[in-house]
């Protein structure tokens, strides 16, 4: 390789690594945006939402939709999903099982906030009756980590078990049994709970538009100076 042309190839090579950040930019503006409209999307179907509908094992299940179970909860297997914060305060969610019926999958019901004071939990602060009864809420998911080390729930035979970002496999192997794909958030009417102000995803749409008017303006300006140190370049050459 001459030299004339290895100082031509080094010469491309921050035109081509801008064009590639530029895509780069653009791809993750267009990916904000598409989040800002999933967003929009969970918004709507939580305000579309009213009356509970009586929910069986099977039934096809929308997000946020509002449901009434009667089944007993399983008190001595319970969960407590930690590093919840509310309020700047540090707490957990009570997670109880619902036993519907006798050869169903078990219901997780999510019981609420519960604000840790120590390092254990008093199982009778957070204990539940066991008889038969009838409880309302929408149909959730368990919280997600965007990353996480390590097992989620200790192998320990001590109940309530503590967990990190569980999975449902991850409970329903804890539990012994299978669980539904979905949890039942208590309704904040409803007893037999703690504290609950159920809200789709607190980031909405709207931040996810500027983040993405953040990188669309990002691409813009990084391809302005690419086209103009290239047209600088060939007007000096």
């Not at 001590?158 to 569980?166: F, L, Q």
Request: hydrophobic residues 45%; without cysteine.
């Amino acid at each position: 390789m001459t030299e004339s042309i290895k100082a031509q190839f080094i010469g491309w090579i921050p035109y081509v690594i801008g064009a590639i950040l530029v895509v780069q930019f653009v791809g993750l503006g267009v990916w904000q945006i598409s989040r800002a409209q999933d967003k929009r999307a969970e918004q709507e179907a939580f305000d579309s939402q009213s009356g509970f509908s009586s929910w069986s094992d099977g039934m096809n299940i929308r997000s946020f939709q509002k449901l009434k179970v009667t089944g007993r909860f399983v008190a001595d297997r319970q969960v407590l999903l930690e590093n919840i914060i509310v309020n700047s305060q540090l707490g957990y969610y009570v997670v109880t099982p619902l036993r519907v019926a006798g050869d169903s999958a078990l219901l997780l019901v999510n019981r609420g906030w519960f604000p840790r004071s120590g390092p254990d939990v008093d199982p009778a602060a957070i204990d539940v009756k066991d008889t038969r009864l009838t409880v309302r809420g929408r149909a959730g998911s368990l919280p997600r980590a965007g990353y996480k080390m390590g097992e989620s729930i200790p192998a320990t035979a001590d109940w309530p078990k503590r967990a990190v970002y569980p999975t449902f496999e991850d409970v329903a192997a804890a539990l012994g049994e299978p669980v539904q794909p979905f949890v039942l958030l208590l309704d904040p009417e409803d007893d037999h709970g703690f504290y609950r102000h159920w809200v789709p995803e607190e980031m909405g749409p709207g931040r996810h538009y500027a983040y993405a008017l953040q990188w669309f303006a990002m691409g813009l300006v990084l391809a302005g100076l690419l086209i103009w140190n290239y047209r600088k370049r060939g007007l000096e050459s």
